[in-house]
């Protein structure tokens, strides 16, 4: 049996086809939610519900974040299939390692642009089609919003917004009843920004070696946060930002930044 029953709500997950995020679906899925789920990519979310569908009711829908037409077609779309959206995810994000005087303009303002512009666009087009009161958002973070990261300017820079706008939200959310919170995750394995961090053997290691609970996190334990966050367990939690990654923020994290600028 899930640990929560989503049964009858209406899940929508932006960037919802590939790592944490299809792990978020998945686990919503798994727990009788209707999924719907968007990304860029035309395989990608056609692949997605193939397994979201081999667990329950889902729907894809191909756009880009940083587009705000597209992004409030597909929650129309979503809004129209399914009514009300319960529980809204943002976790579009990009990124590429680069020394700030190494990165040009466009570079910077890529990974700002689908990071925190692309969560803005998410809330401010789903806002219509959220349940009033009762629904939940969650913005999917990244330990750049709250640890400094060499070669990763434009993260830190992007997230750290997001967080605050999650923050802002929800104040000005309140009085519609809907929650909005962050969740930050770690060193997760199997991800495209652990390959990232760490594109070595040694370097997996390492960054493994510096989580206090001696381990990688899983896409599951990720998404068991998340749907704490959206079920009513959680109902008086709002404009809060969790990390959930083993510990890793309290402090190993920052020697392993160091260790890793060069």
């Not at 087009?125 to 969650?138: E, I």
């Not at 760490?198 to 749907?227: H, I």
């Amino acid at each position: 049996m899930a640990p929560f029953d989503f049964a009858n709500r209406t899940v929508f997950v932006a960037g919802g086809t590939s790592g944490i995020n299809l792990g978020i679906a998945e686990a919503f899925a798994e727990s009788g939610a209707r999924v719907a789920v968007m990304s860029r990519s035309q395989p990608r979310v056609e692949d997605a519900v193939r397994r979201l569908k081999s667990v329950g009711e889902a729907k894809g829908f191909v756009g880009d974040v940083r587009n705000i037409d597209a992004t409030t077609a597909a929650l129309q779309s979503a809004h129209d299939a399914w009514g009300d959206i319960d529980v809204l995810v943002s976790g579009a994000a990009g990124n590429f390692p680069a020394p700030a005087l190494g990165m040009s303009a466009n570079g910077f303002k890529a990974v700002v642009d689908i990071d925190l512009l692309g969560t803005f666009n998410v809330l401010r087009a789903g806002h219509a089609f959220l349940r009033k009161p009762g629904a939940a958002v969650v913005n999917i973070s990244a330990p750049q919003a709250v640890l400094a990261f060499a070669k990763q300017a434009h993260v830190c820079a992007a997230k750290a917004g997001m967080d605050m706008l999650g923050r802002v939200l929800a104040i000005e959310w309140g009085g519609d009843g809907i929650r909005v919170n962050s969740v930050i995750p770690g060193p997760i394995e199997n991800t495209e920004g652990m390959a990232r961090l760490a594109p070595t053997a040694e370097g997996m290691a390492a960054v493994q070696s510096s989580v206090p609970l001696g381990r990688l996190g899983t896409t599951r334990d990720v998404a068991n946060l998340v749907l704490f966050l959206a079920s009513p367990w959680a109902a008086y939690i709002t404009g809060a930002v969790i990390p959930v990654d083993g510990g890793w923020s309290a402090g190993g994290a920052t020697g392993l930044a160091a260790a890793l600028r060069d």
